[in-house]
């Protein structure tokens, strides 16, 4: 009978921990942590403070924008499980605030679209950087490391590989070292194009009037300061006033303090002259909050790997970056944002400087028409 009554005392025991348990699992489930996953999309509401991003359909990171014709275009990488994509798409908007998701234009690998389109590379579509010249649309992209380059009669594409090779890769016969990766292309007033590119250090080479060769030797640039930050990736180039404007990303992609910083050149082959003092180089940077202790605890994280637009015929200009997903995004999981990006007179008398930009406020106010381009 003891031994009968101590088996039932276990078993109530034994019930009660399994119902306990079960509670929890339950509570848990009612109330899941507010961690993103791959395939799904950004948040519909944000807080005070967090501007919603501008492409709300997918996880998106390495916006590269531009202006075609009578339409914006963005595009950006395809957030996958660790940098593992194989695709490319391009957003639309005719005024900056609504933007379309128009398909995927590339795909290393076919698993979008069932249909490879590049017979070199199959994984790590990143950082696409896209120009148009004469009729055509071409897109510089990232397949495992290196660049390749994508030719196509509109924007929406699609884009054929126009090389079936890549344009650029680490080793012979460039003897270039490290990821060949994040191209910009250049056009420049007198109609010269020029691609940059690089992780760790700044690569750049003239392009051949047919946009899909070199033209000449790979210069380094990579801009050099003291005082604390380096370049690392990310490099975008445009033009105002006469001044080149090289802009880029330094830190590590999934750390908090992710940033963009610029210099500029009197020539496209510069060499990069920082702002004085180099603090001023930093236009791009989270949105510096901290908790009770004081401790860095931003909420806008994760800023960089940007694009700069220009809207035609005005000096209005905007910056399209990514930043870690709100809430509970990390350097794997990001969404695309913009913001107004302005100038200011330099009181050392050089160029105009970049004025640091504004990551908690929206870019537009409720009812704004945005910024709609003539019709074309």
Same mark, same amino acid.
Request: charge should be neutral; hydrophobic fraction near 40%; glycine fraction near 10%.
């Given at each position: ?126 950082? =696409?950087?896209? /120009?148009?010249? %004469? &009729?055509? #649309? ?6 495992? $490391?290196?660049? *390749? ?59 051949? =009037?047919?946009? /899909?060769?070199? %033209? &000449?030797? #790979? ?6 300061? $003291?005082?604390? *930050? ?68 931003? #909420? ?77």
């Amino acid at each position: 009978m003891f031994l009968e009554k101590c088996m039932r005392t276990g078993l109530v025991l034994m019930a009660a921990v399994a119902g306990m348990m079960a509670s929890s699992v339950m509570a848990q489930n009612a109330n899941p942590p507010a961690v993103p996953a791959h395939g799904e999309k950004p948040a519909a509401t944000y807080p005070e403070g967090v501007p919603p991003p501008v492409i709300m359909d997918k996880f998106t990171a390495d916006p590269h924008a531009l202006v075609i014709g009578d339409t914006y275009y963005i595009y950006p990488t395809v957030d996958r499980q660790n940098w593992q994509t194989t695709e490319f798409n391009v957003w639309s908007s005719k005024d900056l605030i609504t933007w379309k998701d128009e398909g995927t234009v590339l795909d290393l690998a076919g698993k979008a679209t069932g249909k490879g389109d590049v017979s070199w590379a199959h994984i790590r579509a990143w950082a =696409p950087g896209v /120009i148009a010249k %004469d &009729g055509k #649309v071409y897109m510089y992209f990232c397949g495992e $490391q290196k660049i *390749g380059v994508a030719v196509a009669d509109k924007p929406t594409g699609p884009f054929k590989d126009a090389l079936d090779k890549p344009l650029i890769a680490p080793g012979p016969p460039l003897n270039l070292r490290g990821q060949m990766i994040d191209p910009c292309p250049f056009i420049d007033e007198d109609g010269q194009a020029y691609l940059y590119w690089g992780n760790g250090g700044l690569y750049m080479a003239k392009l051949k =009037p047919d946009m /899909i060769s070199l %033209d &000449g030797d #790979v210069k380094t640039i990579t801009p050099t300061w $003291q005082g604390g *930050g380096r370049f690392n990736e990310g490099i975008f180039v445009f033009k105002r006033k006469g001044t080149y404007y090289f802009s880029w990303s330094e830190n590590d992609a999934r750390a908090a303090n992710y940033q963009v910083a610029y210099g500029t050149s009197d020539s496209p082959v510069g060499p990069i002259k920082l702002p004085s003092p180099v603090a001023n180089r930093l236009i791009l940077q989270n949105d510096g909050k901290t908790d009770a202790d004081g401790k860095a605890a931003p #909420v806008v994280k994760g800023t960089g790997h940007h694009s700069i637009i220009n809207i035609p015929g005005t000096d209005r200009w905007y910056m399209i970056f990514h930043r870690h997903a709100v809430p509970g995004g990390s350097g794997f999981i990001r969404e695309t944002c913009l913001t107004p990006m302005a100038f200011e007179a330099d009181p050392n008398g050089g160029p105009d400087r970049i004025k640091p930009v504004d990551v908690v406020h929206p870019a537009f106010a409720p009812g704004s028409k945005g910024e709609p381009l003539p019709a074309k």
